[in-house]
C-alpha cells in the first residue's frame, strides 16, 4: 500500500463549538501495527512530529464537505476535521476512507449516525428507509408535520436528510416556493417556512452546499421571510439585493475568492438575521452552519493573504496623498472588516496574518491615516490599531521605539493615540475610554518581553517616559495650577479622570520610572487639588491616585509627601465634606486607618503633628485617636534611654542575615528591620514578646517616668502648635532634634531628648552623627538605623550613604546590632 502525502490542516472542535487549529502537515494512510489496522497519519511539516494518528475504524462515519475537508468524530465530545489544501489530495483519502470500509466513493458520510434507542433499532429493521411525500403544493403540510416529527430522533434526523439529499429536494421545494409566492398562498409559505427551518436543523453539510449555492440561496432566505408567528413577511432579499452593496474598493480579479465572499456574507446573514433564535434543544443542530462559515473566513482571508498584489494596492492607496476621501474611507473599512475576519483565525495562524500586515506597512499606514481630520476614518483605524495591540502589543512598542529615533515627538505614533484621546469630541469620551485601554496595554509590564540580550520593559518604559508622558500628562498639569481646578465641566473631569487611572496604574506598575516623574515634576501636589472638584468621581480619582501611593510604603514617597504637606488637601477636603456620610468620607478616613493599621511611622507622626487639632474632634471613628495613639508610643520609645538599653541587648542575641546588594538592603530595612524595631520598641505593644520586655523593668518607676514624660509633651505641644494643621516655624525647631528623623524616617533607637547624646549602649552609638540643627545646641539626633535630616541635607546624606553602603556590605541597622 503506497502512501499518499498531501498538505492539510488539522482541526478539533471545542467545548464552545469551535474549531481548534492542532497545526499543519502532510497527510498519509498506513498499516500501524499498534493500533492493528489501517490509519491516517499527519506528520507536522515544521519538525516532522505526529500530529494526528487515527485508525480507520469500520464503524465511524467519515463525511466529507465541500470538496476540501473530512470531518468525523473519535469519541463522543471528540470532533476530527482535516482541511486539504487541493481538491485532489482529499479525492484520494477519502478513496482510502472508503476502501477499508468498503464503500463507494462517490458519497459523501461513510455511515449511518446511529444513536436511537432499542425500540427505533427495531423499527429501522422492518422500514430501512424513509419515504417523502410528492413535492406538490397539496402536500406541504404533510410535509412539513413529518419534518417537525423527525427532528427529536437523531435516527430519523438522519434518514430524513439522506431522503432530502438523494431525491434532489431542496430544489424541488425552492421551485414550489416561487409558485405559491406568485399565487400569494400564505399557508403553502407558511409551510415551507417550517420545512426549509427543519432541513437547517438537519446540520448537514451536503444539503447547506445546495441551498447556499448561488442560484438556490436567495430563494431560500424567501422561504424563511414568511414566519407563521409574524403578521408581516420580512423582506431580507430586499435589504440584500438593495441596501447592502457590495464595495469592491480594490479589484478582486479571482472569481472563486468573490463568489466565497458573497456566499459567506449571505451566510452569515442567514445565521444573524434570518434564523431564528434557536432554542437550547436546537442549539447544537446548527454546528455545522458555524464550521460552514468558519472555514469559509479561513478561505478568504488565506485567499486576500496570498494576494500579494492586492494588499500592496490596498496599502499604496491608503497613504496616498491623492487618494479621495471617500475612498479612503472605503480602503480603511474593508481592512477593518478584514482584520474582523482574522479573528477566527487560530493563533499560529492569526500570528502569521498580522507579520504579512506589519511588512506590508500597516503601522506607518495607520499613523497616516489617524493624522487625517476625518472622524469617521480615524475612528475605524483606531478600530484596526486596536487588533494589532490586543494580538501583538511587542510588535507595536518596537516600531514606535524605532520611530522616535526618526521622527520629533508631536509625530510619534503612540503621541497620536494620546492626542485623539485628550481630543475626544464625543460628550461621553467613548473613543477616549478604547484609546486609555489599549495605551494601558502598551505600558503594561506583564506583556513585555524579556531576554537575555534586551529587556523590553526597561527599553520600552524609559521611552515612553521620555517622548509620551508629558503628552499623557499636559491635561492634568494645566488644569490644576491655582488651588482649585481652571476647568471644573464635565467633559474635562471626565478626561482627568481617565488620565489618572492611567497614572495610578503606572503607580502601580511601574516602580523607578512614575517615582522619579511624580517626584520630579511634584505631580501628586497637582493631583489633589482636584480634590476640591465639584465632580466627586474626579475628587475620588485624586483621592485614588495618593492612595495607591502611600500602599507601596516607599520612603521616598513618604518624605514627598511630608516635605509638601500633602495631607493638607486631603484634610481640607475631609472638613469641607463635613458630616455626610459619603463615599468620600470614607475613602479619607480608609487612607488615614490604613496608615494607622500598616503603623507607617513617618506618616503617623506627620499627620498627628501637624493636622491633630483639625481632627481630633471625629470621634465617630476611632481611626484619628488611633493615630495619636501610635504617635504617643512611638515618641515613648524614642524619650526613653532604659528601653533603648533594654532593647539593645535583646537585640545583641538576634539572628544575623547575610550581606545583601545594596537595593536589597535598602528593601529589607523597610520591609524587615522596621518591623524588628517596632516590635523591639513598642511601649503598649500588641505581642506577647514585647509584654514580656516590658516586665524586665519595674512597673513603678516606669509609670511615673511615663506620666512625667507624656505631661512635658503635652505641655510643649498645645503651646507651639497652630491651629492650621500646618506647624509654624517655631514648632519645627523645638522638634528639630526630637521628631524630625521620626518624620522623614523610623524613628532612631537612641534617645533623642535636647542635650541628650544617646546612651552608649544604644545602636546609635555606633552611626555618624547628623548635622546640628539650626535651634538645637545639641547633636541628639543620632542615627539608629537610617535618619533623614532636614531638606536642604538630603542630597549631601545620600551621596554619604551610597559611599558608606559600599565599604561596608552591611546595612546601618546591622552595624548598630553588633556594635551593641
Not at 524609559?462 to 509620551?468: A, L, Q, R, V
Not at 514585647?690 to 511615673?704: H, N, Q, Y
Request: glycine fraction near 4%; charged fraction near 30%; charge should be negative.
Amino acid at each position: 500500500m503506497t502512501d499518499t502525502r498531501r498538505r492539510v490542516k488539522v482541526y478539533t472542535l471545542n467545548e464552545d463549538r469551535q474549531w481548534d487549529d492542532r497545526g499543519t502537515g502532510h497527510v498519509s494512510s498506513a498499516y500501524v501495527e499498534r493500533l492493528k489496522g489501517t490509519s491516517l497519519l499527519v506528520r507536522a511539516e515544521s519538525d516532522g512530529s505526529l500530529l494526528l494518528e487515527s485508525k480507520i475504524n469500520p464503524n465511524t462515519a467519515y463525511q466529507k464537505q465541500q470538496d476540501t475537508l473530512i470531518v468525523w468524530s473519535e469519541a463522543e465530545n471528540y470532533d476530527l476535521a482535516l482541511s486539504f489544501q487541493e481538491k485532489a489530495g482529499c479525492d484520494e483519502i477519502w478513496e482510502k476512507i472508503c476502501q477499508v470500509q468498503g464503500k463507494d466513493p462517490s458519497v459523501d458520510i461513510t455511515q449511518e449516525v446511529v444513536d436511537e434507542s432499542e425500540e427505533e433499532r427495531f423499527d429501522d429493521m422492518s422500514s430501512p428507509g424513509l419515504e417523502l411525500p410528492p413535492c406538490e403544493l397539496n402536500r406541504l403540510e404533510d410535509l412539513a408535520e413529518l419534518v417537525a416529527s423527525s427532528l427529536p430522533s437523531p435516527l430519523r434526523r438522519e434518514k430524513l436528510a439522506l431522503a432530502v439529499e438523494n431525491e434532489g429536494y431542496i430544489r424541488k421545494l425552492l421551485e414550489l416556493f416561487r409558485v405559491c409566492e406568485d399565487l400569494e398562498n400564505h399557508e403553502g409559505l407558511h409551510h415551507l417556512y417550517e420545512i426549509i427551518k427543519g432541513i437547517f436543523l438537519l446540520n448537514r453539510t451536503a444539503l447547506f452546499e445546495v441551498m447556499f449555492s448561488e442560484e438556490c440561496i436567495m430563494d431560500v432566505i424567501g422561504c424563511l421571510e414568511f414566519d407563521p408567528a409574524l403578521p408581516q413577511p420580512r423582506r431580507h432579499r430586499e435589504f440584500l439585493t438593495k441596501t447592502a452593496r457590495f464595495k469592491e474598493v480594490i479589484p478582486i480579479s479571482d472569481p472563486e475568492l468573490r463568489q466565497k465572499i458573497h456566499q459567506t456574507y449571505r451566510v452569515q446573514y442567514i445565521q444573524d438575521m434570518v434564523l431564528p433564535t434557536p432554542s437550547v434543544f436546537e442549539e447544537n443542530m446548527l454546528s455545522t452552519l458555524h464550521s460552514f462559515i468558519f472555514f469559509n473566513k479561513v478561505e478568504i482571508v488565506g485567499m486576500l493573504q496570498d494576494d500579494e498584489k492586492f494588499l500592496t494596492d490596498l496599502f499604496a492607496q491608503l497613504t496616498d496623498e491623492a487618494t479621495e476621501d471617500d475612498k479612503r474611507h472605503e480602503l480603511v473599512n474593508f481592512l477593518k472588516e478584514f482584520c474582523a475576519f482574522s479573528q477566527t483565525l487560530q493563533p499560529q495562524n492569526r500570528d502569521a496574518f498580522f507579520k504579512t500586515l506589519s511588512n506590508m506597512g500597516i503601522l506607518p499606514a495607520l499613523e497616516v491615516i489617524l493624522g487625517m481630520d476625518d472622524v469617521q476614518v480615524r475612528g475605524a483605524a483606531t478600530d484596526i490599531f486596536s487588533y494589532l495591540v490586543e494580538y501583538n502589543p511587542s510588535m507595536v512598542r518596537e516600531f514606535v521605539m524605532q520611530e522616535s529615533q526618526q521622527n520629533d515627538d508631536d509625530i510619534l505614533l503612540i503621541n497620536l493615540i494620546i492626542e485623539h484621546m485628550i481630543c475626544d469630541t464625543d460628550p461621553e469620551l467613548g473613543g477616549a475610554v478604547q484609546l486609555m485601554g489599549l495605551l494601558r496595554t502598551l505600558v503594561d509590564p506583564e506583556n513585555m518581553l524579556a531576554t537575555a540580550n534586551k529587556t523590553e520593559k526597561t527599553e520600552f518604559l524609559s521611552f515612553f517616559y521620555k517622548h509620551c508622558m508629558h503628552v499623557l500628562s499636559a491635561p492634568l498639569l494645566a488644569n490644576t495650577t491655582e488651588e482649585k481646578p481652571s476647568k471644573d465641566d464635565f467633559q474635562t473631569s471626565q478626561l482627568l479622570a481617565l488620565i489618572l487611572e492611567l497614572l495610578t496604574f503606572c503607580v502601580e506598575h511601574h516602580t523607578y520610572h512614575i517615582k522619579n516623574y511624580i517626584i520630579n515634576k511634584d505631580i501628586l501636589r497637582r493631583v489633589l487639588v482636584l480634590t476640591a472638584s465639584q465632580h466627586a468621581f474626579l475628587a475620588l480619582c485624586a483621592l485614588r491616585f495618593m492612595r495607591r501611593i502611600i500602599g507601596l510604603k516607599d520612603e521616598f514617597y513618604n518624605r514627598y509627601i511630608m516635605r509638601n504637606f500633602l495631607f493638607e488637601p486631603v484634610v481640607k477636603a475631609f472638613l469641607s465634606n463635613g458630616s455626610r456620610y459619603n463615599l468620600m468620607n470614607s475613602a479619607i478616613i480608609e487612607m488615614f486607618e490604613y496608615v494607622r493599621v500598616e503603623d507607617v511611622k513617618s506618616l503617623t507622626a506627620h499627620i498627628v503633628e501637624n493636622y491633630w487639632k483639625a481632627l481630633e474632634d471625629v470621634d465617630y471613628v476611632q481611626t484619628f485617636k488611633g493615630l495619636k495613639l501610635r504617635y504617643e508610643q512611638q515618641r515613648e520609645r524614642q524619650d526613653n534611654p532604659k528601653l533603648d538599653s533594654m532593647r539593645s541587648i535583646l537585640r545583641n542575641h538576634r539572628f544575623r542575615r547575610d550581606a545583601r546588594t545594596l537595593e536589597d538592603e535598602e528593601e529589607m530595612w523597610f520591609n524587615t528591620d522596621e518591623d524588628d524595631l517596632e516590635d523591639g520598641e513598642a511601649v503598649v505593644p500588641p505581642s506577647d514578646k514585647m509584654k514580656s520586655e516590658e516586665d524586665l523593668m519595674d512597673p513603678i518607676s516606669k509609670f511615673m517616668e511615663r506620666k512625667k514624660l507624656k505631661d512635658s509633651e503635652d505641655k510643649e505641644v498645645l503651646g507651639k502648635s497652630g491651629l492650621s494643621g500646618r506647624q509654624s516655624p517655631s514648632f519645627k525647631l523645638s522638634f528639630s532634634g526630637s521628631t524630625k528623623s521620626s518624620l522623614s524616617s523610623p524613628p532612631s533607637s537612641a534617645s533623642l531628648n535636647p542635650g541628650s547624646p544617646g546612651s552608649p549602649g544604644s545602636p546609635g552609638s555606633g552611626s555618624r552623627n547628623s548635622p546640628p540643627a539650626a535651634a538645637v545646641p545639641t547633636k541628639g539626633a543620632l542615627v539608629g538605623l537610617v535618619d533623614y535630616p532636614d531638606d536642604d541635607d538630603e542630597e549631601d546624606e545620600d551621596e554619604e550613604e551610597d559611599v558608606e553602603s559600599k565599604e561596608d556590605p552591611l546595612p546601618p541597622s546591622k552595624k548598630s546590632k553588633l556594635s551593641s
